[in-house]
């Protein structure tokens, strides 16, 4: 790895969003190869997220490392784009019917990016309907729900239903506050997460 | 045992808070907004009682609470009562009662200000100050029981020059309609039998519900959650100034307040900042030790020096790491004792910190026990809890946060039978 690329790793695991911005400048000026500063970028999130799980970091060193990602791929998306480079899986994403907290959904989605997965973020209060709509739209790996509202626990059970009952393969993951292991196997999703980080390692699972 | 005399209600908080054994449990609902029931329980409640049937006066619009009024508060055999503030989290006084229904088709009562709007979907929409003429603040789904507030974004705002004035418009000093409101409610309740609690102004530092301002027209600033957090990761420096200029004004405030209102107040809640999620904290604890703890103690300090009140800090989550930063910053009691929470043992903490903070919660998960569970299941788990918490004093019987909609009321019931069965009244 050379020096713009290491510089752009530091970037990402300290969240420093104007270093990352003109080291992925610098590299992509030196005609680096886009899929290189990609890797970078995914070795800079996946440090934030071992860091996170092991309690050294917390919520707002991995949002100000995702806000320094974004800042680079705002540089490297087109140039991905224009070189024919997409992520392998993709996950839809939304928090449940009648919620609208968005705060551990938005984590999930921006560390689920930092992995490389392309994310489709449907929002707040999305129904079943709607998640129907995206399966056969994105044809996703995964569908991540949210809940932080104990009322809307059986809306999250619905779309689950609702989503084994479809003719598809994709698998479905679930967290949130009140949400458990327990819950999870009782409504019949395929797996349950208790933040962030370890969402991307069950993505990653589901996808194997 | 020695079992003291009978207290009053008064008393017996304080006792409890004080860490002497009261004559009973001491019992909290409706005291604060992080105490309360949802205004759907509170009506099936007053129903369950017998209680005259009237519509439920909602006292705190964003999470739908409903007044738990003096007769439910004999009825439960609660302890406190409240001052609410003179403004909802919406920025309007809760004064002239109209009559609204509910998404869910509850009539309850809302101050005349309580202005909303519904879009094409059944959203609604409410308005700060109830003006609807500027953009809204809350919005509640179709199928929602609460509002959440709506991120309104300064379009001016630049992450790379922060200004103080901009995160400190809402903090000012007290105006006089303010005093006059303060003076009036502490006549109401001036020689109550019961404890006095009251939410402190502008002694949240942080409070996350608090930053997108939902009480503003248009607010400045700092106003996105994200945002926020990423503020004590980026620039605590910023935090720090900030929380000191907040407390500088509070304590100015504070001093007004006791003036006003000191004899009757027993329990301040100063702070409802979460520092926890399920599993973790969301700052560290060098970091809560460095902007937080100086501010606290500063408030705190004032508090024990100047007046009798009791403080009171809320935050939701595996906090277990903090609690002694709390216990340094002088805080009283600690709500609302996440028990689910990682690291948050029940026994544990009762021994590691039961002699040097009282815990004002862990009675019941209202994520699980409480919602989800039979009469039996919570009965079984408030009695436990009680077991736990309750020898010394140093406990004040609450849910673990507000009862949320859709609780079974007969779980709610079983609650209060648990505990009347614990004092030896059943």
Sequence with gaps: ?208 | MHTPTAMTSKERIRAAIDHQQPDKLPLDFGSSFITGIHCSVVEQLRNHYGLEKRPVKICEPYQMLGEVEDDLLDAIGADVKPIFPNRTIFGFPNENWKEWKTPWGQTVLVSEHFKTTQDNSGNTYIYPEGDTQAPPSGHMPQTGYFFDTIERLDPDFDEDDLKLEDNLEEFGLMSRSEEAYWTEQAAKVRGSNRAISTHLNGTGLGDIALVPAPFLKNPKGVRGVADWYMLTADEPEFLAELFDRQTEIALQNMEKLNKIAGDVIDVVVVCGTDFGTQASLFCGVPKVREIWLPRYKRINDWIHQNTNWRTFKHSCGAIEPLIETFIDSGFDTLNPVQCSATGMDPLGLKEKYGDRISFWGAGVNTQQTLPFGSPEDVRKEVLNRCETFAPGGGFIFNAIHNVQALTPVENYIAMIDAIKEYNGDK
């Design chain 1, 1 to 208: 790895m050379n020096e713009t690329l290491e510089k752009l790793v530091a970037a990402i695991k300290t969240g420093k969003r104007k270093d990352a911005k003109s080291a992925t400048a610098t590299a992509l000026e030196n005609g680096t190869e886009p899929q290189l500063i990609l890797d970078a970028l995914t070795e800079g999130m996946n440090d934030v997220g071992v860091r996170f799980r092991a309690n050294e970091i917390f919520v707002p060193e991995v949002l100000v490392a995702a806000r320094a990602m974004q800042k680079s791929m705002d540089l490297l998306e087109p140039v991905l784009v224009a070189s024919g480079i997409e992520p392998e899986f993709s996950v839809v994403i939304g928090t449940v019917q009648g919620d609208l907290h968005d705060i551990g959904k938005n984590l999930v989605g921006m560390m689920l990016k930092g992995a490389n997965f392309k994310v489709i973020d449907l929002g707040t209060d999305v129904s079943a309907d709607a998640f129907s709509a995206a399966i056969k739209e994105h044809n996703p790996n995964v569908i991540a729900l949210s809940a932080l509202l104990t009322t809307t626990m059986p809306s999250m059970e619905e779309i689950v239903d609702c989503i084994n009952a479809m003719d598809t393969d994709v698998k479905v993951m679930v967290g949130g506050a009140p949400v458990t292991q327990e819950f999870a196997d009782k409504i019949g999703a395929h797996g349950f997460s208790t933040d962030a980080a370890s969402a991307v390692e069950l993505a990653k699972k589901l996808c194997a």
